[in-house]
């Protein structure tokens, strides 16, 4: 599919902004958290660069939590859709946990590396990731994507359209707000930008 793909495609990854949770390093799954002020800030600075893109035609589709509605509402992205497939990774147990605290008892943990308990695990993740991957290659032959999402999630999106195991998503730190920009060049698939948030903006 990548051969059919204008050189120029992007899609774009756009993790939320800051929350009290993503503040504190708890993990936020199925929690429905609002963005901080400085979040509601931080989210609106980025509309300027985000404009900057250039983007053509831009489907722009978010996950349902308000902290991704919000950040796209703020960015000035006019939605399409909200689309479940494009929550964050469920936690299960570990829900508000921070790693400090779940390295208490799990030595090591990594989200990437070890199981949650009652949540999602990585097997089900890839699938999730591979699933909207190619339900959007085809969107991309004739527009851009635009994905407003949470942090963990997008990075295994980064990690499979790079053709990666989805482990490889720990090599892709990704700030709140921040986006990348994922395409391709001479037919293969390529990171066109990494982490972009207000701080690099200005």
Known sequence: MMESMRTEAQLVLLRHGQTDWSLSGRHTGTTDVPLTELGEKLATSLGAELADLGLHNPLVLTSPRI???RTAELAGLVIDRTWGDLVEWDYGDYEGLTTSQIRQTVPNWTVWTHPCPGGESHEAVQARAD?????????????????VGHGHFSRALIARWLELPIVEGRRFVLSAPAYSALGVEHDTAALRCHNRHPAMID
Do not use: C, E
């Open 67 to 69: 902290r991704a509605v």
């Open 131 to 147: 699933t909207v991957l190619s339900v959007l290659r085809p969107q991309l032959i004739d527009r851009d994507v635009v994905l």
